[in-house]
């Protein structure tokens, strides 16, 4: 059953930490170039490049049809040198056959040490947005774009997100979300625009490889700034209602 929806004044007062927290998840601070054809007014990106989640060149495991499996391979894994850095692979969690998949950056110290997806600082405050928005954790699905913990909880590298990149689009095959919420710029630039803004395309639907993809921002940028809390909140009730029209979905016609 969905989690209870909280409203919109108590979702403010439980997402945010106080003025200080921290989190073990790192955003980045930089600022891409502008895409291409963007403008101000359209307030769209959706003319932009295809998308990064077609199949590609890479091995992307073709022959594997179940997530246990894949999760077997991915844990030999060695197509970057992160696997070596850290104390294991933090595949991803959910249930396989979600509608809502949900794609950060990189594990930090927390998931490293557990296995496991936003668990940390960023993780619980992630918990708080999804029961706010009517989603229990265990409808929806949650990975990362890389897997293993780039040292220091850095943000990981386009290189090491692109070596990455084969396991995510195989997760993404064999889970067949209808939604994809990309949390934080880099998950955007990956599977939205290489170039994309995430100031810029947050709350802008996109349409790649039949799925429907909102970026936001990380929740560890909410834990940064309390101000994009209500950006925050805007996108996932549209998150909410799309999610609510798909045939089949919880909610959903």
């Known amino acids: 059953m969905p989690a209870a929806r909280l409203t919109q004044g108590t979702l403010f007062e439980t997402l945010v930490a106080p003025t200080g927290a921290r989190s073990t998840s790192t955003q980045t601070t930089q600022v891409p170039l502008q895409p291409a054809g963007y403008s101000p007014a359209q307030g769209s990106l959706v003319d932009r490049p295809p998308a990064v989640i077609a199949p590609g ?30 104390r294991g692979v933090v595949f991803g969690e959910g249930t396989p056959k979600a509608t809502l998949m949900l794609v950060g950056e990189g594990p930090g110290a927390v998931e490293d040490e ?9 993780g619980k405050l992630l918990d708080k947005i999804l029961a ?18 780039p040292p220091g909880n850095r943000l990981p590298t386009p290189q090491e997100a692109a070596r990455c990149l084969p396991n995510l689009r195989a997760q993404i095959r064999i889970i067949h979300p209808r939604i994809i919420v990309c949390l934080g710029a880099l998950a955007t630039q990956t599977l939205v625009d290489r170039s994309a803004r ?7 639907w996109f349409d790649r490889g039949g799925i429907r993809i ?7 940028a909410l834990l940064r700034d309390e101000t994009k809390k209500k950006p ?3 996108d996932f ?4 209602s799309e999610y609510d029209s798909v045939p089949g979905a919880a909610g959903g016609a």
């Open 132 to 149: 706010a928005a009517g989603f229990a954790r265990e409808e929806v699905y949650i990975a990362n774009i890389v897997k293993c913990r």
């Open 57 to 86: 060149p890479e091995n992307d495991y073709a022959g594997i049809d179940n997530l246990d499996d894949l999760a077997r391979h991915v844990l030999k894994c060695r197509r970057c040198e992160l696997r070596d850095g850290c």
């Open 232 to 234: 925050v909140w805007e």
């Open 114 to 122: 557990m296995g496991r997806p936003f668990v940390g600082p960023a």
């Open 214 to 220: 909102l970026p936001t921002f990380h929740p560890a």
């Open 198 to 204: 995430i100031t810029a395309s947050r709350g802008t």
């Open 237 to 240: 009730k549209k998150v909410r």
